[in-house]
């Protein structure tokens, strides 16, 4: 089990760009594939981003791909959120999660799947 802490939310521009950095406890992180979800509201949860616990694979939801990039450093225990060219459509609550993979290679869009959750950062984007 690991504890997941997100930070790095706040207010942009259109068009600009924010970093979510998602801090991890547990010597066992580099164990553990993450995602990362949204809940806009009075919408579902969805899945924006995924990467394998070796950071080899790493999976984007259509409306984010090639403008967002996830990303990890095992040595600090994090997992990070590059967004950019930010829309308006992406305000949201931004979640990260993690899984411990049956292999290092493994990554889930299933947000079920995920056995542990952060609190969550909030991301408003301005028009």
């Known amino acids: 089990q690991v504890q997941l802490v997100e930070s790095g939310g706040g207010l942009v521009q259109a068009g600009g760009s924010l970093r979510l950095s998602c801090g991890a406890s547990g010597r066992t992180f580099s164990t553990y594939a993450m995602g990362w979800f949204r809940q806009a509201p009075g919408k579902e949860r969805e899945f924006v981003s995924a990467?394998?616990?070796?950071?080899?694979?790493?999976n984007y939801a259509d409306s984010v791909k090639g403008r967002f990039t996830i990303s990890r450093d095992n040595a600090k225990i994090t997992v990070y959120l590059q967004m950019n060219s930010l829309k308006p459509e992406d305000t949201a609550v931004y979640y990260c999660?993690?899984?411990?993979?049956?292999?290092?290679?493994?990554?889930?869009?299933?947000?079920?799947?995920?056995?542990?959750w952060g609190q969550g950062t909030q991301v408003t984007v301005s028009s």
């Open positions: 999660a993690a899984v411990h993979p049956l292999n290092a290679g493994y990554i889930t869009t299933n947000a079920a799947r995920y056995t542990d």
């Open positions: 990467i394998s616990a070796s950071g080899g694979n790493t």
